[in-house]
């Protein structure tokens, strides 16, 4: 294997225009935003709205982990209680039939060390989705795709379902011929497959301490191996994603590894262009902490209130050492507190970074 990447700043080239950029994201959010403020009366995200779990368990940082990964909050074996949010990447809240590609959240408590700027607390957070790579390579090419979602979050789910089961069609022909469309998945074209199966991703590079890295969270318990690909048949199940959740957490644990990815050639694995997956036979990644997630209601009205509606979610909650890194961790620096205040506005509910899973009262 090759020498692993050292992080410097240099790694990162900001464009001139981002600040317009920026702007124009956080204007697109608002719409998003707004227009679901009015339809459901209670504000939600701006991007993975619909929550189909909320879930509660503990992450152990593994012993006698190498140098390269035993880096920010990972340098330290212990033990820590995670939050982790399971959901789906649209605006607004669909019925499960519009298959979009699927979000993991996962807040590390009790985390210390050197802070980000402005990141209040003691956590880490990760945010993750079920692809290795992002759909839109910087922050220019993610808000055409932004002003595309906001000119559609009226449009009724009718419409919504037609495509997304015409999507699906596309979508299988393509993955029939060995290939698959990053595009037709992202707009509705994802497979009909159990959520607890998924792979997810950071997608986008961040700070490793010294290095630099992406990251993941992978299902290794048998149980939940299984569902792997398992197919799910939601039709006429407007939520049968969270069903299948709460009906999986009502009889099982679940185990995951946390895994990172370190950067070994900047050609290859790029900072700034978000759409290239680092090439594993380069760089596989490697496991440094093990989240195990026990028995439990995997959704409940205290759960919403207190995890969904009153907490957020992003990668620059955490640690200087895992500092986010590229132009679509910049965007999200610059929308995500925008995003969360406007929940946090309109619902009367104060964010806050809990210090232990006992202080959720859930």
């Given at each position: 294997m090759a020498p692993f990447t050292r992080y410097t700043p240099d790694l990162e080239t900001p464009q001139p225009d981002e600040d317009a950029i920026h702007?124009?994201?956080?204007?697109?959010?608002?719409?998003?935003?707004?227009?679901?403020?009015?339809?459901?009366?209670?504000?939600?995200?701006?991007?993975?709205?619909?929550?189909?779990?909320?879930?509660?368990?503990?992450?152990?940082?593994?012993?006698?982990?190498p140098p390269e990964l035993a880096q920010g909050?990972?340098?330290?074996?212990?033990?820590?209680?995670?939050?982790?949010?399971?959901?789906?990447?649209?605006?607004?809240?669909?019925?499960?039939?519009?298959?979009?590609?699927?979000?993991?959240?996962?807040?590390?408590?009790?985390?210390?060390?050197?802070?980000?700027?402005?990141?209040?607390?003691?956590?880490?957070?990760?945010?993750?989705?079920?692809a290795p790579a992002f759909t839109a390579k910087d922050g220019a090419a993610f808000l055409k795709t932004l002003k595309l979602l906001a000119a559609t979050?009226?449009?009724?789910?009718v419409f919504k379902k037609g495509l997304s089961a015409l999507l699906r069609g596309v979508e299988t022909?393509?993955?029939?011929?060995?290939?698959?469309?990053?595009?037709v998945i992202a707009l509705g074209g994802h497979p009909e497959t159990h959520i607890l199966g998924e792979t997810f991703y950071s997608q986008v590079p961040l700070r490793w301490g010294d290095y630099?890295?992406?990251?993941?969270?992978?299902?290794?318990?048998?149980?939940?191996?299984?569902?792997?690909?398992?197919?799910?048949?939601?039709?006429?199940?407007?939520?049968g994603l969270r069903d299948a959740v709460?009906?999986?957490?009502?009889?099982?644990?679940?185990?995951?590894?946390?895994?990172?990815?370190?950067?070994?050639?900047?050609?290859?694995?790029?900072?700034e262009d978000a759409s290239v997956p680092w090439p594993e036979t380069e760089s596989p990644y490697r496991v440094v902490a093990r989240i195990t997630v026990p028995r439990q209601a995997a959704w409940s009205e205290a759960k919403a209130a207190a995890l969904d509606d009153g907490l957020a979610f992003s990668p620059w909650h955490g640690l200087a050492a895992?500092?986010?890194?590229?132009?679509?961790?910049?965007?999200?620096?610059?929308?995500?507190?925008?995003?969360?205040?406007?929940?946090s506005e309109h619902n009367g509910c104060p964010l806050h970074e809990p210090a232990s899973a006992a202080a959720l009262s859930v």
């Open positions: 702007a124009g994201m956080i204007a697109q959010f608002a719409k998003i935003q707004t227009t679901t403020l009015k339809d459901y009366g209670h504000a939600v995200r701006g991007v993975h709205a619909k929550a189909h779990g909320l879930l509660l368990g503990r992450l152990e940082v593994l012993p006698d982990l909050a990972f340098a330290t074996p212990g033990t820590h209680d995670v939050v982790l949010r399971l959901s789906t990447n649209p605006g607004d809240i669909l019925d499960d039939s519009v298959s979009t590609p699927r979000g993991l959240a996962l807040k590390i408590l009790g985390v210390a060390g050197e802070r980000l700027p402005g990141s209040e607390g003691a956590t880490q957070d990760f945010v993750m989705a079920n979050t009226d449009t009724p789910q022909v393509l993955e029939g011929l060995g290939t698959q469309s990053p595009a630099v890295a992406k990251v993941s969270v992978a299902p290794v318990s048998p149980e939940l191996t299984a569902l792997t690909h398992a197919p799910l048949n939601v039709n006429g199940k407007p939520n709460a009906a999986y957490f009502a009889a099982h644990d679940g185990v995951w590894e946390l895994r990172a990815q370190l950067m070994t050639d900047p050609a290859t694995m790029p900072v895992h500092r986010p890194l590229g132009s679509i961790m910049r965007a999200r620096r610059a929308v995500y507190p925008r995003s969360a205040g406007f929940r």
